[in-house]
């Protein structure tokens, strides 16, 4: 069975009046015979988790994507598609923090200078991590890096959920930089999904389906949204999620 994601969006708002519909786009094979309580069961102990050469595979495949668009390096803030290349999870501030993804080696990152053993916990061993004082430019200290790799004035590609701000202090800042939109490299890598994202979206779709099919069973004329949603949510829970 397939539907899209509007409409799969759509059954989730469904109201009680519509049961039998949400009963039925939500039915599993052999449905009649499963005790869906007994048949939640954790479905994710199996599962391979990506390893550090999966990261280096993403990597290798953005540097392929900047030597056929001619970018020189991508900078990505703290957001999903830095956790897709680096898993690095970083929350957005207004202090400039990132990493310059590039032709010539490893990420480099750039982070303010107090927060420096927070990311050195985090950012893989070995990779190099340059920081920036209060009174000094974020974006002076990526201009000097773009320098370092061989790219000075060259083409620099900012993230698509890089704000606003970044792309301005680079503008003031380091003038001679090319700045260009970096979806062609992000959407490019991520856009393809390689044999192990594939198995994990599966599996994905499939725990959603029964946690959904398993709240719906529970459904009443005087249930809330929200105790709806602890149903769903518990019955991820008992799948591992």
């Known amino acids: 069975m397939s539907f899209s994601r509007r409409e799969f969006l759509r059954i989730g708002g469904l109201s009680v009046a519509t049961f039998g519909f949400v009963k039925k786009k939500f039915a599993l094979p052999n449905e009649g015979t499963m005790n869906a309580q007994e048949n939640l069961k ?10 550090p050469e999966d ?3 993403r990597l290798e495949k953005a540097k392929r994507f900047m030597a056929e668009h001619k970018i020189d390096a991508l900078f990505l803030s703290g957001s999903v598609d830095l956790l897709y ?3 690095v999870r970083w929350g957005r501030s207004e202090r400039t923090f990132g990493a310059l993804l590039n ?3 490893d990420p480099v990152w750039i982070c303010p200078a107090f927060e420096s053993k ?3 916990e985090r950012i893989p061993e070995g990779q190099e991590i340059r920081t920036w004082e209060e009174h000094e430019s974020p974006f002076k200290l990526i201009e000097v890096i773009m320098k370092d790799i061989g790219a000075a004035g060259g083409k620099l590609a900012l993230g698509p959920t890089v704000r606003n701000f970044v792309a ?5 800042n380091a003038p001679g930089l090319e700045l260009v939109g970096g979806a062609v490299i992000t959407e490019g890598c991520r856009g393809i999904k390689t044999k192990k ?25 005087d249930m809330s949204r929200s105790e709806l949603s602890g149903f769903i949510r518990e019955a991820h829970q008992k799948m591992g999620v």
Do not use: C, W
């Open 42 to 51: 954790n479905m994710v102990s199996g599962v391979q988790p990506l390893a």
């Open 55 to 57: 990261y280096a595979a």
């Open 85 to 87: 290349f680096t898993n």
């Open 103 to 105: 032709k010539k080696g």
């Open 118 to 120: 927070r990311a050195a």
């Open 168 to 172: 301005h202090g680079l503008r003031r």
């Open 197 to 221: 994202e594939a198995v994990y979206m599966d599996l994905a779709n499939k725990i959603t389906k029964m946690a959904y099919r398993e709240g719906f069973k529970k459904l009443s004329e």
